[in-house]
């Protein structure tokens, strides 16, 4: 790999965008790196992602501009085609995706943040949707993550205007769940990953699985999809070491870890 670093420590790993001299833009190579990446986790063992940009300026700073500036409509829609593909492949994977922002998070950089589970920043975050003023919408899912997370009127006045917002307020309108000083933004992204792989990997992922799709329908059909996960940890192994740890009033064994079975 050119682009992504690859580094699994313990039941976590972390994806780095290394492209720093071009703070770790986008472009279709980064894109396929990444693609790939994900082929390479090995889910028996890993249970939790963190994504991040190499260096201390920027997370991912866009898409690669150089490249787009000449594309046909086809190769335009080809490219948000490929960038969409990636990201709803992160938004999708079985596993927890923490998103450690650190630095600037703008068009594909936002976009590859809002596709991860949780976001967390550093306090020299910068977030951003300024596609409309390079001539173009924003393509790797930004109109319709942005509204989702944040709110419609919210994400269509970020849009609308192209403006940049600070960590701060990233942080008011809910678009991140905490901001930290730049030292401590990875040792507290790993953090949470070791704290997220303790638990009964099913039923981490089950929970993934409910919310991602339990959105995307009726009420009454995500409590039916609820139902069939919640019923799925039942008979495995982390369910009846769990239940019955708990139950053991003297706690005479020391809680050994889930076996993702």
Known sequence: M???????????????VSREKALNALNSAVL?????TLDQVDLNTVRCLIVTGAGQKSFVAGADIGEMSGLTKSEGE??????????RR?????????????????GGGCELSMSCDIR????????????????????FGGTQRLARLVGAGMAKQMIYTARNIKADEAYRIGLVNAVYPQ??????AEKMAAGIAKNAPIAVRNCKKAINEGLDV???????????LFGDCFETED?????????DKNKEKVKEPFQNK
């Open 2 to 16: 050119e682009f992504i670093l690859y580094e699994q420590k313990g039941e976590y790993a972390i994806i780095t």
């Open 218 to 228: 009726d009420m009454d059909e995500a409590l039916i999809l609820e139902e069939k």
């Open 120 to 139: 967390i920043c550093s306090d020299n975050a910068v977030f951003g949707q300024p596609e409309v003023g390079l001539g173009i919408t924003p393509g």
């Open 78 to 87: 080809a490219f948000g085609r490929k960038g969409n593909d990636v990201f």
């Open 239 to 247: 369910q009846k070491y769990g239940m019955a740890f708990f139950l």
């Open 183 to 188: 030292e401590e933004l990875l040792p507290a």
């Open 90 to 106: 992160l938004e999708q994977f079985p596993v927890p995706v923490i998103a450690a922002v650190n630095g600037f998070a703008l």
């Open 32 to 36: 396929e790196e990444l693609d790939r």
